[in-house]
Structure formats: structure tokens, C-alpha cells
């Protein structure tokens, strides 16, 4: 199917401490900061003019996911499939699209009521990518991923699988919960569904570099700040290898090197028990 997203192209969070995301996301994980007035700030991560905006709120969760297609003709295909299945989506204002700074927005819900924007023809910025760590980030596949507590997970599953188009590509089995984790191109996962929603939304994002050097660098930079919520680790299923920083507000951030890559001709799913195969043991506690 050609209508359905490609690529989780940005993504949105509320804190109630700007600064310390400010500190978080420059000089510790090496994103490119910029100021949008004085409540919000955007991190870039590759050549597109942003990756991930942080705006000051009474919250620290999740405001919105930007789903990226490729064109008109996809994202229209997509939305007559979303309101044919009873989901309110509507082109966004002219205000809106622009503060996305994308060629064409349009904008709906989840069936928990996370703010969902699908979009295509992200700006390209004329100034390069200056990581002020020297980090190279791998967003060809996205900006990474997200984790969500859900309060209904067969819902949820339709909407993001029947509906958008994600596939499952995995689950990890724990004593209380399995995780579903889902894919929309060769990351092994763009999102990951958690069950057992209470008042929060967001568990953790993840940004991807490309050396495992890059991981161990942060990690040391995120332990001497005191913002390390794991050691370093290899998770089981995606292969990833990457360390948690805690953010403002108590979700996490990923930050991780070789996650591994979905082949759709060969893949084959598969049940886990664990999450890492090693490491990843908690330094500080998370929400």
C-alpha cells in the first residue's frame, strides 16, 4: 500500500523546565538548539530546519507526532481511510502548517486522544547541521522513535496497524504488560505501544547516532551531570545500543547506536521476555 506513512518525521513535548531540556539536548546529547520566542525551543538533528520541539507548559508529555508521506495524493488516500473510519482529520490552519514549516499539514487524533499530524515536504534548511558534539544522527528512517502508554491497546493497534499503515514487528512479554513495537520502514520500530495508561503519555523517545563512540561519549557527558537513568545496554529485540538520560519531567530519552533493520522480505516476528540483553540497569528512577 502506498498510502500509508513512511516515516516518523518529528515530534512535539511539553516540560515545565526549558532550561534543562536546553542543557539536555545541546551540550549533552549534541542536537543543534535554536530558540523559537521564549517559551519553546526546536532541536535539529540533520539538515531539516527542525527534528523535535519543546515547548514550556504546566506538563512534561507528549503535544503532538508529525507522520510523514510522500505527497498529496498519499496523504489524501490516508485521511479518506481515517474519516471513512469515523476520525475527525482536517487540513490544518495556514498558521499551523507554517509553524511546522511543512509544504501541506493536516491534523487529527489517536483513539487516545494524542494529537497526530500527517504531513509531507518537510523545509530543508539552508544552513547545515552543527551538532556542538560533533554527533551524526541517523534520521533517514525518522527521528527516531517513541513509546506511548495506551489505554486501549486493540484500539490503538487499529488505528496505528489498520489504519496508518504500521506493522507489527515484535512483542516483549514482562510479568504485567507486553509491548507491542511498530514499524513503518526498514527501524525496527517508529513506535512502541505500552498498555496501562494513568495520567501520563509519554515513556521515552529515542535519537539514534551512528557510532557506538557517540553513545559511550554522551553517557559520560549525561553521568557526570547526574542525568544518567541507566547504564549503557543492548536491548534484545531491536539490537540497540544506547543508555537513557533522564529528561526534565521524568520520561526518558534513548540514545543509542546499530539498532537494527527490518528486511520486509525476510523478516519473521518473534515473543521476548526481556527487554535488554544486558545493561540498561537504572541509575536514577523514572516516572
Request: charged share 25%; glycine share 10%; net charge negative.
Amino acid at each position: 500500500m502506498t498510502n500509508k506513512v513512511r516515516a516518523l518525521g518529528y515530534l512535539g513535548l511539553t516540560t515545565d523546565d526549558l532550561q534543562g531540556w536546553r542543557e539536555l539536548a545541546g551540550p549533552l546529547l549534541g542536537g543543534q538548539v535554536a530558540e523559537r520566542g521564549e517559551d519553546a525551543i526546536d532541536v535539529r538533528l540533520d539538515r531539516r530546519d527542525w527534528r523535535v520541539r519543546i515547548t514550556e507548559s504546566g506538563t512534561n508529555d507528549l503535544q503532538f507526532a508529525g507522520w510523514e508521506l510522500a505527497d498529496d495524493r498519499e496523504l489524501d488516500a490516508l485521511v479518506s481511510d481515517l474519516v471513512a473510519a469515523g476520525h475527525d482529520f482536517v487540513d490544518a490552519s495556514e498558521a499551523h502548517r507554517s509553524d511546522r514549516a511543512v509544504q501541506r499539514l493536516v491534523v487529527g487524533s489517536d483513539p487516545d486522544g494524542n494529537a497526530v499530524e500527517l504531513f509531507h515536504s518537510a523545509a530543508v534548511s539552508g544552513s547545515p547541521f552543527v551538532s556542538p558534539r560533533g554527533a551524526s544522527f541517523e534520521t533517514s528512517p525518522g527521528v527516531g522513535h517513541m513509546v506511548l502508554f495506551v489505554s486501549d491497546l486493540d484500539r490503538m493497534l487499529e488505528f496505528y496497524c489498520g489504519l496508518l499503515g504500521l506493522k507489527v514487528t515484535d512483542v516483549i512479554h514482562l510479568s504485567k504488560e507486553t509491548i507491542y513495537f511498530l514499524r513503518c520502514n526498514e527501524r525496527h520500530h517508529s513506535l512502541a505501544l505500552v498498555p496501562g495508561r494513568e495520567n501520563f503519555t509519554l515513556q521515552h523517545i529515542m535519537l539514534e547516532v551512528d557510532s557506538v563512540d557517540a553513545v559511550g561519549a554522551a553517557f559520560e557527558r549525561c553521568d557526570v551531570a547526574e542525568v544518567a537513568q541507566t547504564n549503557l545496554g543492548r536491548h534484545s529485540n531491536d539490537e540497540m545500543f544506547s543508555f537513557y538520560a533522564l529528561a526534565p519531567g521524568g520520561y526518558t530519552v534513548e540514545y543509542g547506536a546499530g539498532g537494527r533493520l527490518i528486511n520486509e522480505h525476510e523478516h519473521r516476528g518473534a515473543s521476548y521476555t526481556t527487554t535488554s540483553w544486558w545493561g540498561h540497569r537504572d541509575l536514577k528512577p523514572s516516572r
